[in-house]
């Protein structure tokens, strides 16, 4: 992994209002600070809420942050008639640099397929935001096909309708491990990572399969990431519950 850059990102989900966002990002940045973390090899995305986009960049702007921002979702269309979505060229003029695409509860709870989530990683690199596509197996997907056939398919899909050179992040998600307090061993990540860059090595070379990074979610904490990090595929973490509590989210992006 030593050629990439970590990434260690922080998923909100429907958490915090723009309020309670700020004091969030304030208390992560003096907590780092204190810890005197440095982001020359691990990089901090935090991924809030739309409503709370914009008083989070403007925070990280005013003092000077060192964090990434990305959305945890956006439309597959650019602008119209689409009530209640948000174009990626909304994010992007609130500086993101990241967005979410196909998180498991979008595809659970708005029946988001791989062609919805293709179209939504087309619009994003259209709007030169980085996706980062998330994939990964039900507990049944688990039993009935083992750990990487779904996650492999779900990235096919997506490598299949974009090309070499676009950037993508790649999540890999164990719906089972997400939330569940029951993460993946760090041996079951680092394979299933493996796997994943396979894929993309297969499809469009190697330039692209060295360079994207490739995340394992699912009940990430302080306790657990150094585990994962180690795996030779496995360059950062994509994490929910402990991303909502400072200390805790910022012993996870001093892993080392
Ligand atoms: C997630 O939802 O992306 C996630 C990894 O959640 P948690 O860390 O809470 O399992």
Redesign the pocket.
């Known amino acids: 992994t030593a050629a990439r850059r970590a990434l260690i990102a922080g998923?909100w989900?429907m958490n915090l209002d723009h309020l309670q966002s700020i004091a969030l990002v304030q208390k992560l940045a003096w907590t780092l600070k204190d810890r005197n973390f440095q982001s020359d090899t691990v990089e901090v995305a935090v991924f809030p809420p739309f409503t709370d986009l914009r008083s989070v960049q403007t925070l990280i702007a005013a003092d000077k942050l060192d964090f990434s921002l990305g959305g945890q979702d956006l439309s597959a269309h650019d602008s119209g008639a689409h009530t209640g979505d948000i174009s990626g060229s909304f994010l992007k003029a609130l500086a993101c640099d990241y967005v979410?695409v196909g998180?498991?509860?979008r595809r659970a709870n708005h029946s988001e397929t791989d062609q919805v989530c293709l179209a939504k990683v087309q619009a994003a690199l259209r709007h030169s935001l980085t996706p980062v596509l998330?994939v990964g197996e039900t507990a049944e997907d688990l039993e009935t096909v083992g750990q990487s056939a779904v996650p492999v398919a779900q990235l096919t899909a997506v490598l299949e309708g974009i090309s070499a050179e676009d950037e993508i992040v790649v999540?890999y998600?164990p719906v089972w491990?997400?939330?569940?307090?029951t993460?993946a061993t760090a041996e079951q990540a680092q394979e299933v990572c493996g796997v994943l860059r396979d894929t993309i090595r297969t499809l469009h070379g190697d330039e692209q399969a060295d360079r994207t990074r490739i995340l394992y979610?699912?009940?990430?904490?302080s306790s657990n990431i150094a585990g994962f990090m180690r795996g030779a595929d496995v360059d950062g973490?994509?994490?929910?519950?402990?991303?909502l509590d400072s200390e805790e989210f910022a012993a996870i992006a001093q892993f080392e």
């Open positions: 998923n989900k979410l998180h498991s509860e998330c999540a998600e491990a997400i939330g569940s307090g993460p979610g699912g009940s990430v904490k973490a994509l994490v929910g519950g402990a991303s």
